[in-house]
């Protein structure tokens, strides 16, 4: 269980007035699984290994302005097949949708992860692997695995970035190409994409995983920030 009763791997029935997202994974565009070999920008085979983020809040604007929000917390872990993150919400027509990356600077350090029950993402077993110390908080994102130096070679160099602290805390909002329609008793399917090839590269900044291959960045290096800033591009939404 990977939220605070939300999202969950087992097959439950969603609560009335509903939005349920497919968490998908892409690279550059295509359908992508970790555990896959893909090339980066540089020409590197690869392959990720582990993919894990934090998102909190989560919210949705209607098409009069207003935000809705949810004060859950979310594990995604895309090593984890057919994963749903479910949300209620109130009915109604939405244009948008927004959610951090990582976790708020309010419960992101100085609070025990002991003092959450053990289902919450945030608790000492739901956050395992996912913190560092309670003053530098909760990693946001683990992007983890092997690269080759050139086509034809095993894959046996490793990359390993740990991205946190409040610095990186990063939102994201996603206009939606069509309304999000919400009814009353009733679940509305949608899909999140994330390109985890737009987390090395994008037109203005790339990361050279064979230059740069570690960050683990509880200090708040620049490396960790360039990803995130790289990452807030990388998602999509579409209405199923």
């Not at 098409?63 to 895309?78: A, E, I, K, N, Q």
């Not at 053990?118 to 690269?147: Q, R």
């Not at 206009?175 to 509305?188: D, K």
Request: glycine letters at 8%; aromatic letters at 10%; proline letters at 5%.
């Amino acid at each position: 269980m990977a939220s605070c009763g939300i999202f969950r791997s087992e097959d439950l029935e969603p609560i009335p007035g509903t939005v349920r997202f497919e968490t998908a994974l892409d690279w550059d565009g295509q359908a992508y699984a970790v555990g896959n070999i893909a090339t980066d920008e540089f020409g590197h085979p690869l392959r990720l290994d582990n993919l894990q983020m934090y998102l909190a809040p989560i919210e949705f604007r209607s098409t009069d302005g207003t935000w809705t929000s949810s004060d859950d917390v979310f594990l995604l872990d895309y090593s984890e097949n057919d994963k749903y993150l479910t949300l209620p919400l109130p009915a109604g027509t939405y244009d948008a949708m927004r959610f951090g990356m990582g976790i708020p600077s309010e419960i992101n350090t100085d609070i025990d992860p002991a003092s959450y029950p053990n289902d919450h993402p945030l608790s000492v077993l739901g956050s395992a692997g996912m913190f560092w110390t309670w003053s530098s908080g909760y990693i946001f994102v683990k992007y983890e695995g092997k690269f080759a130096l050139e086509s034809g070679q095993q894959l046996i160099e490793p990359f390993s970035y740990h991205c946190g602290t409040d610095a990186s805390y990063r939102m994201v909002t996603l206009e939606l190409a069509s309304p999000l329609e919400i009814q009353r008793h009733e679940v509305t399917n949608a899909r999140l994409n994330l390109d985890a090839s737009m987390a090395l590269a994008s037109e203005t900044d790339t990361i050279n995983i064979e230059v740069d291959p570690v960050t683990h960045n509880a200090g708040g290096d620049s490396l960790g920030g360039r990803m995130m800033d790289l990452l807030v591009n990388a998602w999509s939404i579409e209405i199923l």
